[in-house]
């Protein structure tokens, strides 16, 4: 019965997933790539014949603050190429003698804070996937995957060459970037490409095409179309080594431990199987040089999603981590390999071994394989794994995902996806393992995104297999989102059965259905300092699948973005909340089961010029939760002395006044930071973290020396401490060594 009333859900979601005609601008833009017989040498002057003879992409026209009129920096950029690469020329003349706006020198640098310009590319003509390759006026590069038609992955590394040259009223650049590093259809003489410009100094987003406000201006639904002017060079072997050795000394001053030394070797290797499909391999990875989470003070009912940060898991993560909906992932890579103890604290359980298959098979196929083998370890409890009483022996695991998608329509698609957790070695009559055998998920996802890119959705049905036969093991919903210059909305709905167990996926409430509606509308005053401003209303409602109300919240507001980058926005909250297990939001102080609250709210958010050298941003929230008041002020200060120092201040505060004796308490989360870039190739970075609630205070300082292309030297030290005595938790270093290897 229940699947039956929510299929019906389902499926009228599903009905309003019609789009209207999309624009042609293939046809409107066009730009031709001159093949070179010799390799082009990149000093950032283009002063070679065939940047004096190419066609160009000029007449660049504002996206930001205003779209369709003539940008005031305008920019050239010209196409060629050989039998190894793809060469990208330019020239981004100056409107005014400000100093460039670069936060930092740093690879993979923040789009929205640099002066910069990139190139997207979609080798398919799909509309949906590709790369993306950008570079600031001091010669700084970024790379990433594109994915959903224009939403850029910034985590993807791989090898490319550029060079710039500044001038008083200019900056010129070269960019060669190896058929090997991409992904494409040899027998494809068309793709679509995108120009993109950000000018800080003037304020001004500019692009080749025109693209209205409101919509993504690297969507590929304003791509222009590159053709070249003969066949492009056969995908050749393409087999790439990174070995990695590291070493570290550690020492646990809770437990009075004796100093621990290690020292591990591995690799991970990428292997082009064809010009569209690779392997990635990884044995005995190691993740040493990962940034730490920004802590959070918890005061939820429910888990925390905590974003992955392991670079293995990161690439194609659109495969193989976007099925169902945020709180509804059948697969989530932050299960494989950290796990907690019985203290609950987290725990690296070690990787032993990793392989990833993905990528396009023909024009219409996209395929994903994960295959991930965990060691076993003792005192060790899977997260998202309910635990099994008195158990604490966490055998080896292995994790399986596979993907199959096919593009329908014109650019969106439907795909199976399978998830098995599997113990190794498993024995019934042992009662201390603390997983079942296995644990599988199979399901089926529809991604819509219209050719006109103003309607976009997802839609899914899943189901979970154990050991044990249940009911009720399913999830599904749907999400559905209108977007145009003044107009937005989006439409969510998704049910979760009271026995769907997704152990290697992010489920965050199980029995329950939810509904969310958001709409808001802009307005774009003319001559004014706002750029735009509006109202919006957001209604959630949650249900157990009897329909019985758990919770509900309704927020009314009114934002401003300002030219300058600003923005500001107020709102009011009326929330309701009827528990369903006993909830401690402080030590020793318990709200029952099926006690019910209610409170209103007032929030204000706020950020100032992020262009300045110094900028702010700001949130405060004041009124009632659950049977009492919170004041909740958070936000952050940022410096930079650029392009070489930034540093940052974020700060959380939680002040709770709930009736009796234990419901007194105010919490500090404070986060210091500071960033150095030496030069493009020198980091240092020093993160410190004091945690009220957590009773701790962390120190991470991260060292990056990029001694060549995509080989690093890494020294990363932590210390844990108690905040009173400032004495130390535990502490530790370690050094790793990585170097990229084309065989």
Same mark, same amino acid.
């Given at each position: 019965m229940r699947k039956g009333w929510f299929t019906v859900v389902l499926l009228s979601l599903t009905c309003f997933s019609v789009s209207v005609q999309a624009q042609q601008y293939a046809e409107k833009y066009r730009l031709v790539a001159n093949k070179v017989f010799k390799p082009l040498q990149l000093d950032?002057?283009?002063?070679?014949? *065939?940047?004096?003879?190419?066609?160009?992409?000029?007449?660049?026209?504002?996206?930001?603050?205003?779209?369709?009129?003539?940008?005031?920096?305008?920019?050239?950029?010209?196409?060629?190429?050989?039998? &190894?690469?793809?060469?990208?020329?330019?020239?981004?003349?100056?409107?005014?003698?400000?100093?460039?706006?670069?936060?930092?020198?740093?690879?993979?640098?923040?789009? /929205?804070?640099?002066?910069?310009?990139?190139?997207?590319?979609?080798?398919?003509?799909?509309?949906?996937?590709?790369? =993306?390759?950008?570079? =600031?006026?001091?010669?700084?590069?970024?790379?990433?995957?594109?994915?959903?038609?224009?939403? #850029?992955?910034?985590?993807?590394?791989?090898?490319?060459?550029?060079? #710039?040259?500044?001038?008083?009223?200019?900056?010129?650049?070269e960019m060669a970037i190896p058929f090997k590093t991409l992904r494409y259809d040899d027998q494809n003489d068309q793709w679509n490409i995108v120009f993109l410009r950000n000018n800080l100094k003037l304020n001004e987003r500019s692009g080749w095409t025109v693209v209205p406000q409101g919509f993504g201006p690297s969507d590929f639904v304003f791509a222009g179309r590159l053709t070249f002017d003969a066949p492009l060079p056969k995908a050749g072997t393409n087999v790439v080594l990174i070995p990695f050795i590291t070493s570290g000394v550690s020492k646990d001053f809770e437990e009075d431990t004796s100093t621990k030394s290690t020292f591990d070797a591995g690799f991970d290797a990428k292997v082009g199987v064809t010009s569209s499909l690779n392997l990635d391999l990884t044995v005995n990875p190691d993740f040493s040089q990962v940034e730490v989470d920004r802590q959070v003070t918890n005061l939820q009912r429910f888990e925390i999603f905590f974003p992955e940060r392991r670079q293995f898991f990161l690439e194609n993560q659109d495969l193989f981590g976007q099925g169902g909906l945020r709180n509804t992932r059948p697969f989530f890579s932050r299960r494989v390999g950290i796990a907690k103890d019985t203290a609950d604290n987290a725990l690296q359980v070690p990787i032993l071994y990793g392989a990833r298959l993905s990528g396009k098979i023909g024009q219409k196929w996209r395929v994903g394989l994960l295959n991930m083998q965990t060691r076993k370890e003792n005192g060790a409890l899977l997260t998202g794994v309910d635990e099994i009483a008195n158990s604490y022996r966490l055998l080896a695991q292995n994790y399986t995902v596979g993907v199959l998608q096919r593009q329908v329509f014109d650019r969106s698609n439907v795909g199976v996806i399978a998830v098995n957790r599997q113990a190794l070695n498993y024995d019934d009559g042992d009662s201390t393992i603390s997983t079942t055998k296995y644990n599988r998920v199979l399901g089926v996802d529809y991604n819509l995104i219209s050719p006109d890119g103003r309607w976009t959705g997802d839609f899914y049905f899943h189901n979970s297999f154990d050991e044990e036969k249940k009911d009720d093991t399913f999830s599904g919903g749907g999400l559905l989102s209108y977007q145009s210059t003044r107009f937005e909305s989006t439409i969510l709905a998704y049910a979760v059965g009271e026995d769907y167990n997704a152990e290697a996926g992010?489920?965050?409430?199980?029995?329950?259905? /939810?509904?969310?509606?958001?709409?808001?509308?802009?307005?774009?005053? *003319?001559?004014?300092?706002?750029?735009?401003?509006?109202?919006?209303?957001?209604?959630?409602?949650?249900?157990?699948?009897?329909?019985?109300?758990?919770?509900?919240?309704?927020?009314?507001?009114? &934002?401003?973005?300002?030219?300058?980058?600003?923005?500001?926005?107020?709102?009011?909250?009326?929330?309701?909340?009827?528990?369903?297990?006993?909830?401690?939001?402080?030590?020793?102080?318990?709200? *029952?089961?099926?006690?019910?609250?209610?409170?209103?709210?007032?929030?204000?958010?706020?950020?100032?010029?992020?262009?300045?050298?110094?900028?702010?941003?700001?949130?405060?929230?004041?009124?009632?939760?659950?049977?009492?008041?919170?004041?909740?002020?958070?936000?952050?200060?940022?410096?930079?002395? &650029?392009?070489?120092?930034?540093?940052?201040?974020?700060?959380?505060?939680?002040?709770?006044?709930?009736?009796?004796?234990?419901?007194?308490?105010?919490?500090?989360?404070?986060?210091?930071?500071?960033?150095?870039?030496?030069?493009?190739?020198?980091?240092? =970075? =020093?993160?410190?973290?004091?945690?009220?609630?957590?009773?701790?205070?962390?120190?991470?300082?991260?060292? &990056?020396?990029?001694?060549?292309p995509v080989s690093d030297l890494f020294i990363v030290y932590t210390d844990n401490y108690f905040p009173e005595s400032f004495s130390a938790k535990s502490r530790a270093i370690v050094f790793k060594l990585t170097s990229w290897l084309n065989l």
């Amino acid at each position: 019965m229940r699947k039956g009333w929510f299929t019906v859900v389902l499926l009228s979601l599903t009905c309003f997933s019609v789009s209207v005609q999309a624009q042609q601008y293939a046809e409107k833009y066009r730009l031709v790539a001159n093949k070179v017989f010799k390799p082009l040498q990149l000093d950032g002057k283009l002063l070679e014949d *065939v940047w004096q003879s190419a066609q160009a992409a000029q007449d660049f026209v504002q996206n930001f603050p205003q779209d369709s009129i003539a940008a005031r920096a305008q920019t050239r950029i010209m196409i060629s190429f050989d039998e &190894q690469n793809l060469y990208i020329g330019g020239v981004c003349y100056e409107a005014t003698d400000e100093e460039d706006i670069v936060a930092s020198l740093r690879r993979d640098f923040i789009w /929205r804070l640099n002066e910069n310009i990139s190139i997207y590319i979609d080798p398919y003509n799909d509309y949906t996937n590709g790369f =993306t390759f950008g570079l =600031t006026p001091f010669g700084v590069q970024r790379e990433g995957l594109v994915i959903e038609g224009g939403e #850029v992955r910034p985590d993807w590394d791989n090898k490319w060459f550029s060079a #710039v040259e500044r001038y008083k009223d200019r900056w010129e650049f070269e960019m060669a970037i190896p058929f090997k590093t991409l992904r494409y259809d040899d027998q494809n003489d068309q793709w679509n490409i995108v120009f993109l410009r950000n000018n800080l100094k003037l304020n001004e987003r500019s692009g080749w095409t025109v693209v209205p406000q409101g919509f993504g201006p690297s969507d590929f639904v304003f791509a222009g179309r590159l053709t070249f002017d003969a066949p492009l060079p056969k995908a050749g072997t393409n087999v790439v080594l990174i070995p990695f050795i590291t070493s570290g000394v550690s020492k646990d001053f809770e437990e009075d431990t004796s100093t621990k030394s290690t020292f591990d070797a591995g690799f991970d290797a990428k292997v082009g199987v064809t010009s569209s499909l690779n392997l990635d391999l990884t044995v005995n990875p190691d993740f040493s040089q990962v940034e730490v989470d920004r802590q959070v003070t918890n005061l939820q009912r429910f888990e925390i999603f905590f974003p992955e940060r392991r670079q293995f898991f990161l690439e194609n993560q659109d495969l193989f981590g976007q099925g169902g909906l945020r709180n509804t992932r059948p697969f989530f890579s932050r299960r494989v390999g950290i796990a907690k103890d019985t203290a609950d604290n987290a725990l690296q359980v070690p990787i032993l071994y990793g392989a990833r298959l993905s990528g396009k098979i023909g024009q219409k196929w996209r395929v994903g394989l994960l295959n991930m083998q965990t060691r076993k370890e003792n005192g060790a409890l899977l997260t998202g794994v309910d635990e099994i009483a008195n158990s604490y022996r966490l055998l080896a695991q292995n994790y399986t995902v596979g993907v199959l998608q096919r593009q329908v329509f014109d650019r969106s698609n439907v795909g199976v996806i399978a998830v098995n957790r599997q113990a190794l070695n498993y024995d019934d009559g042992d009662s201390t393992i603390s997983t079942t055998k296995y644990n599988r998920v199979l399901g089926v996802d529809y991604n819509l995104i219209s050719p006109d890119g103003r309607w976009t959705g997802d839609f899914y049905f899943h189901n979970s297999f154990d050991e044990e036969k249940k009911d009720d093991t399913f999830s599904g919903g749907g999400l559905l989102s209108y977007q145009s210059t003044r107009f937005e909305s989006t439409i969510l709905a998704y049910a979760v059965g009271e026995d769907y167990n997704a152990e290697a996926g992010f489920v965050q409430r199980k029995n329950v259905f /939810r509904v969310t509606n958001f709409n808001g509308y802009s307005f774009y005053p *003319v001559g004014s300092n706002i750029n735009n401003h509006g109202p919006y209303v957001e209604f959630t409602l949650f249900t157990d699948l009897d329909f019985e109300k758990t919770d509900s919240e309704y927020e009314l507001g009114y &934002q401003f973005q300002f030219n300058n980058t600003a923005n500001l926005e107020l709102s009011y909250n009326e929330i309701f909340r009827k528990l369903l297990d006993d909830f401690e939001p402080l030590d020793d102080y318990v709200l *029952v089961n099926r006690t019910s609250y209610s409170w209103r709210s007032l929030e204000l958010e706020f950020n100032t010029d992020r262009r300045k050298l110094f900028w702010a941003s700001g949130e405060m929230r004041f009124g009632g939760f659950f049977n009492g008041n919170r004041v909740n002020v958070s936000g952050g200060m940022n410096y930079r002395y &650029q392009p070489y120092l930034n540093v940052a201040l974020d700060a959380e505060f939680n002040s709770l006044d709930l009736p009796g004796e234990f419901g007194q308490a105010d919490f500090w989360l404070i986060s210091p930071r500071v960033d150095l870039t030496f030069t493009d190739k020198l980091f240092l =970075t =020093t993160f410190v973290q004091y945690n009220e609630q957590a009773d701790n205070v962390n120190m991470n300082a991260r060292f &990056q020396w990029r001694y060549r292309p995509v080989s690093d030297l890494f020294i990363v030290y932590t210390d844990n401490y108690f905040p009173e005595s400032f004495s130390a938790k535990s502490r530790a270093i370690v050094f790793k060594l990585t170097s990229w290897l084309n065989l």
